[in-house]
């Protein structure tokens, strides 16, 4: 990575207030971007913003259409056209059977991970597409390749995440805005409060490495894919896996 090379470049990250969303943050403003953190948890959000330089923290829900019409009315007033969208927010929600979860538990992951996510995706769109730039990076995971047991809503939120990146990257293809997403294996960040220790067991015992990514690892990739140095790429995931994935 190059020193500056975000400079002035506008960056919106969700779920930026803590864990992969704040280290993405942190990497793209360390390089000259000025960020806008947009999280559901007001002081979390200002707390990390107020650590970075040119950034700022906006409380916001993605899951309503409003809300993210808000958020980025407000980006654009304080930083400027957004030329750079990381869509990290996502919960995992309860590690249950298909047969035991309830509908507003299913409801509740889908509208996080991926109704949310595509709000904001299509939120930032026609405006990167009129300028003929931009750069779409949208977190999903190892579980929307494979399927993990016991987080059907999950690994199905992540799937459709998967579908709508490989989707929307063919849409834009020829307009110089690139879209990609990023399939990491399990992080330890605090979405691992969710889960139960038995389910954290298993997804170790899954990655050859040994070993959970870290959180400095997602965003090492996710800049590179922010960034003018990825030019060839859209429509398509890179894996952070530790040799897990299989296809």
């Known amino acids: 990575m190059y020193a500056g090379m975000f400079k002035e470049k506008v960056a919106v990250v969700t779920g930026g207030a803590r864990g992969i969303g704040l280290a993405c943050a942190q990497s793209l403003s360390s390089l000259g971007a000025k960020v806008a953190l947009w999280d559901r948890d007001n002081t979390e959000v200002s707390k990390a ?4 330089d040119g950034c700022v923290g906006i409380g916001m829900d993605v899951t309503v259409e409003e ?13 400027g056209p957004v030329d750079i969208l990381v869509a990290s927010a996502g919960i995992t929600g309860p590690n249950k059977t298909v047969a035991d979860y309830g509908l507003a538990e299913w409801k509740q992951v889908i509208d996080v991970n991926l109704v949310g996510l595509f709000l904001c995706n299509r939120a930032v769109v026609p405006g990167m597409a009129k ?3 931009g750069r779409i990076v949208n977190i999903a995971s190892i579980a929307g390749k494979e399927g993990n047991p016991n987080a059907s809503a999950y ?6 995440v998967i579908g709508l990146t490989k989707s929307l990257g063919k849409e834009l293809a020829n307009t110089g805005v690139l879209v990609n997403c990023v399939c990491p294996a399990a992080i330890r960040t605090d979405i691992f409060k969710q889960m139960t220790e038995q389910h954290i067991a298993f997804m170790l015992s899954k990655i050859p490495m040994g070993r959970f990514a870290t959180v400095e690892e997602a965003a090492a990739m996710v800049t590179w894919l922010a960034s003018p140095l990825c030019t060839f790429n859209t429509g398509a995931v890179f894996d952070l896996s530790g040799g897990r994935a299989t296809y």
């Open 49 to 52: 913003a107020s650590g970075l």
């Open 131 to 133: 300028r003929g730039w």
């Open 67 to 79: 809300g993210v019409a808000g958020a980025l009315a407000k980006t654009e007033s304080d930083l």
């Open 155 to 160: 690994s199905a939120s992540k799937a459709g």
